[in-house]
């Protein structure tokens, strides 16, 4: 059964701002454990006032960290920050429902798809993708979007 806090964020904008501010500090350090050259992406899931997964762009566990092959582009099998913050609650007993999900860019198409099917209902992002066609579906899907100018 859903709460009132599991779907609607704080009343005061400021102390919203505050709280999504304090998270995004946050992601950003997670995407510095990044081992990609090219592009050092973080992710927090938040619910009920807890961080209950976190990620960064890589590779998948066992493999090596590079991320990128000698001419630079990127490996395939690269996961980004979001698809592992989804995955790591999906090996856990918690889930994404309702939850607001930190991400330090704004995700690509494939990952919206993620997002929408993991129960998500809010993202907060701080630089957008080249391509605004995961925003734009995960608007279609419902969801608060909220891009954070950058301080």
């Known amino acids: 059964m859903s709460t009132a806090q599991d779907t609607i964020v ?3 904008p400021t102390k919203q701002e505050r709280y999504d501010r304090a998270y995004m500090k946050m992601a950003l350090e997670w995407a510095k454990l990044s081992h990609c050259v ?3 992406v973080g992710a927090l899931i938040v619910k009920e006032g807890m961080i209950i997964s976190d990620g960064y762009n890589g590779t998948p566990t066992g493999f090596s960290n590079d991320c990128e092959d000698p001419s630079g582009n990127t490996h395939w099998y ?3 920050a979001e698809a592992n913050a ?3 609650v999906a090996r856990s007993t918690n889930n994404a429902r309702a939850a ?3 991400l330090t860019h704004s995700p690509c198409k494939e990952c919206s798809k993620l997002i929408l099917q993991s129960g998500i209902k809010r993202l907060v992002y701080l ?3 080249k391509d605004t066609a995961g925003l734009d579906l995960l608007k279609d899907g419902g ?8 301080q």
């Open 10 to 12: 704080h009343a005061d």
């Open 78 to 80: 690269v996961l980004h």
């Open 143 to 150: 969801l608060l979007v909220t891009k954070l100018d950058p």
């Open 38 to 40: 090219r592009k050092k």
């Open 100 to 102: 607001t999900l930190y």
């Open 86 to 88: 989804i995955l790591k």
């Open 127 to 129: 630089d957008a993708y």
